[in-house]
Nanobody, 121 residues
């Protein structure tokens, strides 16, 4: 079992920056990758950034060159999402997700409860 807790959301003006953190607890050794998703009102949940345990990152087109995902320590139980150049359309609930392996090659995903990010002037 893995528990995830997001933090760092809030209100920011367009062009500003926010940093989200996602702290994992429990069986963190089983985490193979972590992702950030977001869901805006009336829209489907969108994958915006991911990082593997080896440090490989990927970004969605909507956030590429503005957002950055990284592990915060060598234990790899916490991941940050640095968000720069925020736009009104970045307003959403942001969720973190952990991809874990168990019993060899079986995959299980865990989700945090989400943190609200609002970008408004």
């Amino acid at each position: 079992q893995v528990q995830l807790q997001e933090s760092g959301g809030g209100l920011e003006r367009p062009g500003g920056s926010l940093k989200l953190s996602c702290a994992a607890s429990g069986s963190v050794f089983s985490i193979a990758a972590m992702e950030w998703h977001r869901q805006a009102p009336g829209k489907e949940r969108e994958l915006i950034a991911s990082i593997t345990s080896g440090g490989t990152t990927q970004y969605g087109d909507s956030v590429k060159d503005r957002f950055s995902i990284s592990w915060t320590n060598s234990i790899k139980d916490t991941v940050d999402l640095q968000m720069n150049g925020l736009k009104v359309e970045d307003t959403a609930v942001y969720f973190c997700n952990a991809k874990t392996y168990y019993d060899g090659d079986k995959i299980r995903y865990y989700w945090g409860q989400g943190t609200q990010v609002t970008v408004s002037s």
